[in-house]
């Protein structure tokens, strides 16, 4: 429930010793929560909390119902609750049990047989773009491929497929281990991925991950959809290029768009610059249209996994077995090992904008996080740089890190990534990354950036009826709409996790 808000403040659960802020406190004003009055004893920033009754020493601070730290000093009704007075409870690894707990999903319907018009691909793919990619093996050659893509489109493009794109990165070479292996499962998957209607793999010839051994990692294509061109082994690496380009523009011509059911959609969910408001309009938005979505038989992928911490054990109960469980459960004390083996703080986050924004502790942060992700059953765990197999809701192992998360949503199948911000960021990935903001100010102030504005609900909107408008737009941006901008203004990048030495 979001009670309050007649009151310029939000309080989320009804069992919450804070509230949020919808706009800018003054000491001396009052506010009337639960019949009670509350009169403010401190300036307090828009989109912050608030102490809706007095909170001891040590005690522990509520939030969607659930602990998100404890105080350090005693506070009374009426102040300002962050970083100067509250503290994360969260420690190092845990001990879990599995606990099944039955989730009531979103069983609004429309109807199961809901289509959108996507391309079918020759292996049973589905896509949602009909454009032209061209991966590099190696960093060495980014520009190479930067100026390819530019003359392919000024000398083939026209209105039979969607364009040729690069996407640029550092890695490929000097890389050992586990950190060259990454590299090239979230490479082989990018090229695997059904939006692209044909695929130039690009090398050097020198570099660790050369061609050759590069194609054991890709396993099985189709020499129509993928080509390959070694550049040290040909005198002029663009008219070769443009030659490759051309034969794959000849096979992206054959693909129209077509009926497909919904339960196709693979939809990756992210959050970045994420702010008071994330928790409580766009992450519960896009967990309503992940239920939504999964009820029709698709797909949703959540990852960010130092992003649950805090709030884990809810996702490990919705563990559709004790398998699943088991996977989760390594999935975040994985991740938190990897902290620990560099050294690093596994709580220190959030980030200085976070707090800004209102965010004070990680399971503050990690509570709202996981709302992306609705109420569906956890059907599956997916590793990093690896495909999604399974319907339904799948969590994906990745950092908190923008462009790094959506890149392997992407690699993991997803035809779109919907992202939630209360700070705004311009990024995309390689398929098209809607951006929600969580406040209409932000929707206001970017519009070159945001794409839809779940604000709405602090307004006039009910959840229903946004969750419906959402739906909509996705089925439409899978149908070919190029409305988000990170589409309509070329911003569509790449970043790899890296883990390991470099030589």
């Given at each position: 429930?979001?009670?309050?808000?007649?009151?310029?403040?939000?309080?989320?659960?009804?069992?919450?010793?804070?509230?949020?802020?919808?706009?800018?406190?003054?000491?001396?004003?009052?506010?009337?929560?639960?019949?009670?009055?509350?009169?403010?004893?401190?300036?307090?920033?828009?989109?912050?909390?608030?102490?809706?009754?007095?909170?001891?020493?040590?005690?522990?601070?509520?939030?969607?119902?659930?602990?998100?730290?404890?105080?350090?000093?005693?506070?009374?009704?009426?102040?300002?609750?962050?970083?100067?007075?509250?503290?994360?409870?969260?420690?190092?690894?845990?001990?879990?049990?599995?606990?099944?707990?039955?989730?009531?999903?979103?069983?609004?319907?429309?109807?199961?047989?809901?289509?959108?018009?996507?391309?079918?691909?020759?292996?049973?793919?589905?896509?949602?773009?009909?454009?032209?990619?061209?991966?590099?093996?190696?960093?060495?050659?980014?520009?190479?491929?930067?100026?390819?893509?530019?003359?392919?489109?000024?000398?083939?493009?026209?209105?039979?497929?969607?364009?040729?794109?690069?996407?640029?990165?550092?890695?490929?070479?000097?890389?050992?281990?586990?950190?060259?292996?990454?590299?090239?499962?979230?490479?082989?998957?990018?090229v695997h991925h059904p939006n692209a209607a044909g695929v130039l793999v690009l090398g050097l010839g020198c570099e660790n991950n050369y061609i050759e051994l590069f194609k054991k990692v890709l396993g099985d294509?189709?020499?129509?959809?993928?080509?390959?061109?070694?550049?040290?082994?040909?005198?002029?690496?663009?008219?070769?290029?443009?030659?490759?380009?051309?034969?794959?523009?000849?096979?992206?011509?054959?693909?129209?768009?077509?009926?497909?059911?919904?339960?196709?959609?693979?939809?990756?969910?992210?959050?970045?610059?994420?702010?008071?408001?994330?928790?409580?309009?766009?992450?519960?938005?896009?967990?309503?249209?992940?239920?939504?979505?999964?009820?029709?038989?698709?797909?949703?992928?959540?990852?960010?996994?130092?992003?649950?911490?805090?709030?884990?054990?809810?996702?490990?109960n919705r563990a559709k077995n004790e398998e699943t469980f088991s996977k989760i459960v390594d999935l975040v004390n994985d991740f938190k090992r990897y902290f620990i083996r560099h050294d690093q703080v596994v709580?220190?986050n959030p980030s200085p904008g976070n707090k800004k924004g209102g965010i004070t502790t990680l399971e503050e942060k990690s509570l709202g996080c996981i709302q992306k992700g609705g109420f569906a059953e956890v059907?599956?765990?997916?590793?990093?740089?690896?495909?999604?197999?399974?319907?339904?809701?799948?969590?994906?192992?990745?950092?908190?890190?923008?462009?790094?998360?959506?890149?392997?949503?992407?690699?993991?199948?997803?035809?779109?990534?919907?992202?939630?911000?209360?700070?705004?960021?311009?990024?995309?990935?390689?398929?098209?990354?809607?951006?929600?903001?969580?406040?209409?100010?932000?929707?206001?102030?970017?519009?070159?950036?945001?794409?839809?504005?779940?604000?709405?609900?602090?307004?006039?909107?009910?959840?229903?009826?946004?969750?419906?408008?959402?739906?909509?737009?996705?089925?439409?941006?899978?149908?070919?709409?190029?409305?988000?901008?990170?589409?309509?203004?070329?911003?569509?990048?790449?970043?790899?996790?890296?883990?390991?030495?470099?030589?």
């Amino acid at each position: 429930m979001l009670d309050g808000k007649k009151n310029n403040v939000v309080k989320i659960h009804g069992s919450d010793s804070v509230a949020i802020t919808l706009k800018e406190f003054n000491e001396g004003e009052r506010i009337i929560l639960d019949d009670k009055v509350v009169e403010i004893n401190e300036t307090i920033p828009y989109g912050h909390k608030i102490a809706i009754k007095d909170v001891s020493k040590g005690e522990d601070i509520i939030k969607f119902g659930y602990p998100i730290g404890h105080s350090t000093e005693n506070i009374v009704a009426g102040s300002w609750i962050h970083s100067h007075n509250m503290k994360t409870n969260l420690h190092g690894e845990l001990d879990y049990e599995y606990e099944k707990v039955e989730q009531s999903t979103d069983k609004q319907v429309r109807s199961f047989d809901q289509t959108f018009k996507g391309y079918m691909r020759d292996n049973g793919d589905v896509g949602i773009r009909n454009e032209i990619w061209i991966i590099n093996t190696v960093g060495c050659i980014n520009k190479t491929a930067e100026l390819l893509a530019n003359m392919a489109n000024q000398e083939l493009r026209d209105e039979s497929f969607d364009g040729v794109f690069h996407f640029p990165h550092p890695f490929g070479c000097s890389q050992l281990g586990d950190d060259l292996t990454y590299t090239q499962k979230l490479l082989s998957n990018l090229v695997h991925h059904p939006n692209a209607a044909g695929v130039l793999v690009l090398g050097l010839g020198c570099e660790n991950n050369y061609i050759e051994l590069f194609k054991k990692v890709l396993g099985d294509y189709d020499n129509r959809r993928v080509k390959f061109l070694e550049v040290q082994a040909v005198s002029d690496e663009m008219e070769s290029g443009l030659d490759l380009i051309e034969e794959l523009v000849q096979y992206a011509k054959k693909f129209t768009r077509e009926d497909i059911p919904v339960s196709k959609l693979k939809i990756g969910l992210k959050c970045g610059g994420s702010d008071g408001f994330s928790g409580i309009t766009a992450n519960p938005l896009v967990g309503r249209f992940a239920d939504h979505l999964i009820s029709k038989g698709g797909t949703a992928v959540l990852t960010e996994v130092p992003e649950m911490f805090g709030a884990e054990t809810i996702l490990m109960n919705r563990a559709k077995n004790e398998e699943t469980f088991s996977k989760i459960v390594d999935l975040v004390n994985d991740f938190k090992r990897y902290f620990i083996r560099h050294d690093q703080v596994v709580y220190e986050n959030p980030s200085p904008g976070n707090k800004k924004g209102g965010i004070t502790t990680l399971e503050e942060k990690s509570l709202g996080c996981i709302q992306k992700g609705g109420f569906a059953e956890v059907n599956d765990v997916v590793q990093y740089g690896e495909r999604v197999t399974e319907t339904g809701l799948n969590l994906l192992q990745g950092p908190g890190n923008d462009l790094v998360s959506v890149t392997a949503l992407a690699a993991s199948g997803a035809h779109i990534v919907l992202f939630t911000t209360g700070r705004g960021t311009p990024f995309g990935g390689p398929v098209p990354t809607v951006k929600i903001s969580t406040n209409t100010g932000l929707y206001a102030r970017k519009k070159n950036w945001i794409d839809f504005d779940a604000g709405q609900l602090l307004d006039h909107k009910d959840m229903n009826q946004l969750s419906e408008e959402l739906f909509d737009y996705v089925v439409n941006v899978a149908s070919g709409d190029i409305t988000v901008n990170n589409e309509f203004y070329g911003f569509k990048e790449i970043a790899i996790f890296k883990d390991g030495v470099m030589m």
